[in-house]
């Protein structure tokens, strides 16, 4: 793989980018909103009762006695407490409700963060990377590691597919591995690590158009990158090493 000293804002200019964050930043800023108006939406008001007049008492004289019956009393249902969450699971909403490191990088010269209890080693694309025939676009081959063979992802065509260009392979100069996962996410450059607090961090109420978006960090002007998101959206078309065709997810 050539690797000609261009910097990567050559192909992706800095005002670009920059529009791109604040589109990343409006769309968390309008999910929240709908969230905030979903909570406080006045309740219907109830339907009016309509009562009816009191009927005269009929009596019926009895010409011999009644069994009363008493009402069955039906068992109290039995609840059982809710299983417990898987512990990978666990794992990935503790590191949302403390305190955290995170590593900053840049892909395509958009700035993206993830927690370091998520990543795995980072490796200088010094080597050649293997293509393999018949993969996906964003399936850019095989690295070899020390720990083995790692399948590296094309990860400016998941985070900014409607802003890629071929050019930006030829300027990619890390691997990260994933902790958990045989793949790892190919980048143009690793900064530096920070510690954020939740507060910090403006959280997706729900899933969009950008599931790969965990949140954004205003103060770092970056996107929080959520890893298993991600990693079910490559599960979901063919896996590291299938033959899907990446979905267009800007």
Known sequence: ????????????????????????????????????????????????????????????????PVDII??????????????????????????REEPFEALLFDVGGLKLAVPLVLLGTIYPLEGEITPLFGQPDWFLGILSTPAG????????????????????????????????????MAVHGVQQSIRLSPEQVKWRSQQGKRPWLAGTVIEHMCALLDVSALAELIV??????GNAAAPALG
Request: glycine share 4%; no cysteine.
């Open 149 to 184: 063979n790692l399948k590296v992802l094309d990860t400016a065509r998941w985070v900014m597919p409607e802003r890629y260009t071929s050019e930006l392979q030829d300027t990619l100069s890390f691997v990260i591995s994933v902790e958990g996962y045989d793949w790892g």
């Open 70 to 95: 008493e009402p069955e009393v039906p068992a109290e249902p039995v609840i059982e407490p809710p299983a417990a969450p898987p512990p990978v699971q666990q794992a990935v909403a503790a590191w």
């Open 1 to 64: 793989m050539n690797k000609p000293q261009l910097p990567v804002q050559q192909y992706v200019p800095e005002q670009t980018i920059q529009h791109y964050l604040d589109a990343l930043l409006q769309d968390a800023a309008d999910e929240l909103a709908r969230a905030d108006a979903e909570v406080v939406a006045p309740a219907p008001a109830p339907a009016p009762v309509v009562t009816e007049p009191p009927r005269a008492a009929v009596v019926h004289k009895l010409e011999r």
């Open 236 to 241: 979901g078309s063919g896996g590291a090493a």
